[in-house]
């Protein structure tokens, strides 16, 4: 099983950006997903978060600003990033909670994506 995001990158502040994330392999079922943000010298901290029937809960300091979607059919996570502050400039990653085919207690693990570095700029 692999998560992979995109969609990182410069943009001024007030822009937008939407990252993706999409899981492969052999899976048998997604529940929660999500993305984090780790800045230079600060712990990794969950951006925002979507439940299997997608509903959907955010850190504070993002709500209104971005919002989080997922496509059941294609296995990915979205994050739509509206009016970014260069606060927000962080690597983020995807993760989610995935039961891999095969696993004879059918429980989830969770994986996460690679990182996508998103930067905003004064």
């Known amino acids: 099983v692999q998560l992979q995001a995109s969609g990182g990158g410069l943009v001024q502040a007030g822009g937008s950006l939407r990252l993706s994330c999409a899981a492969s392999g052999s899976i048998f079922r997604i529940d929660d997903m999500g993305w984090y943000r780790q800045a230079p010298g600060e712990e990794r901290e969950l951006v925002a978060s979507i439940t299997s029937g997608s509903k959907a809960d955010y850190e504070y300091s993002v709500k209104g600003r971005f919002t989080i979607s997922r496509d059941n059919a294609k296995n990915t996570v979205y994050l739509q990033m509206n009016r970014l502050k260069p606060e927000d400039t962080a690597v983020y990653y995807c993760?989610?909670?995935?039961?891999?085919?095969?696993?004879?207690?059918?429980?989830?693990?969770?994986?996460w994506g690679q990182g996508t570095l998103v930067t905003v700029s004064s």
């Open positions: 993760n989610a909670l995935i039961s891999p085919w095969g696993d004879p207690d059918g429980l989830s693990y969770p994986y």
